[in-house]
């Protein structure tokens, strides 16, 4: 059994912390413990840009039980404003709304909720901007 206090304790999911290399300065999400770039070891924490643009994205017509709720909804690959690409889920859009390029702003939202936990689990959606 998963404790909601397991899931609140997850830096990245709560409040959009990425490491950055100390040698290189690349910046990872979710953090790493070696840079991929240069081999570094040593990451300080960072806050990432809460803006970006969508790369590609895809529509969920049949979605697991879970998310039944929410069909149809857009999952997409966004890049951040610092290069940072992150994959989630577009909040309060229709499907015909997404393109390539659609800006939109990292917010935190309810993703799932599961009666057997009796927890609501929360984290990161993007929203369109405009």
């Known amino acids: 059994m998963i404790t909601p206090r397991y899931h609140r304790e997850i830096p ?3 409040r959009l912390e990425g490491g950055k290399c100390t040698q290189c300065g690349e910046v990872h ?3 790493r413990a070696v840079c991929r770039k ?4 040593e990451m300080e924490t960072v806050d990432l840009p809460r803006r970006g643009k969508v ?11 879970q998310f039944e709720s929410q069909k149809p909804y857009v999952v997409a690959v966004v890049e951040l404003e610092n290069g940072v690409r992150l994959t989630c889920m577009v909040a309060d859009a229709p499907p015909d ?3 390539i390029g659609t800006e939109v702003e990292i917010i ?8 057997r936990w009796e927890v609501l689990q ?6 369109v901007v405009g």
């Open 12 to 14: 990245q999911r709560y």
């Open 29 to 31: 999400f979710p953090p």
């Open 38 to 41: 240069c081999g570094g070891r």
């Open 55 to 65: 790369l590609t994205h895809t529509t969920i017509w049949i979605p697991p039980a």
């Open 97 to 99: 709304e997404v393109k």
């Open 108 to 115: 935190f939202r309810k993703l799932q909720s599961d009666p």
């Open 122 to 127: 929360y984290g990161y959606k993007a929203k």
